[in-house]
């Protein structure tokens, strides 16, 4: 289980896609709605665009931003960084810990295929990513 390539978390996922030009109202509703807590942004040919998390929707708000007037494009971190489908869960996991993300886009050729969380992995793979940490902490 250790070595599940990603190809298989994201199986029969379908993962929320928005475009650049939608409202950060209708992201928060839609990530609501679904209980995710991240948007993919893409172009009209599927290509990613951006990201955009709960952390973000808090950040606009503690501001004062109109959420509702607000667009994605203006939102979102763009170009986010991404990991093909064929890297196992602890390469996903490894980026997502090094970097500080919850959540990692999946991406072939600039197209969306999905999205992991820390959320989608379990224990033994968490607990690897911990003994590896401790690990190179401790050679460091």
């Not at 409202?23 to 948007?39: D, F, I, N, T, Y």
Request: charged share 25%; net charge negative.
């Amino acid at each position: 289980m250790l070595n599940r390539n990603l190809s298989l978390v994201i199986k029969d996922q379908n993962p929320l896609i928005l475009s650049p030009d939608d409202s950060v109202q209708l992201a928060c509703h839609q990530m609501s709605e679904r209980r995710v807590g991240a948007v993919l942004v893409v172009d009209e040919h599927n290509n990613l665009k951006g990201i955009f998390t709960s952390r973000d929707a808090v950040w606009l708000i503690a501001e004062g931003k109109d959420i509702h007037a607000f667009k994605l494009a203006d939102a979102m971190t763009p170009n986010p960084d991404t990991i093909t489908s064929d890297r196992t869960v602890i390469d996903a996991l490894r980026t997502m810990c090094d970097c500080g993300y919850r959540h990692l886009p999946i991406v072939e050729n600039g197209k969306v295929l999905g999205i992991v969380s820390k959320g989608d992995f379990k224990g033994d793979e968490m607990t690897r990513l911990e003994t590896e940490t401790h690990l190179w902490e401790s050679i460091g």
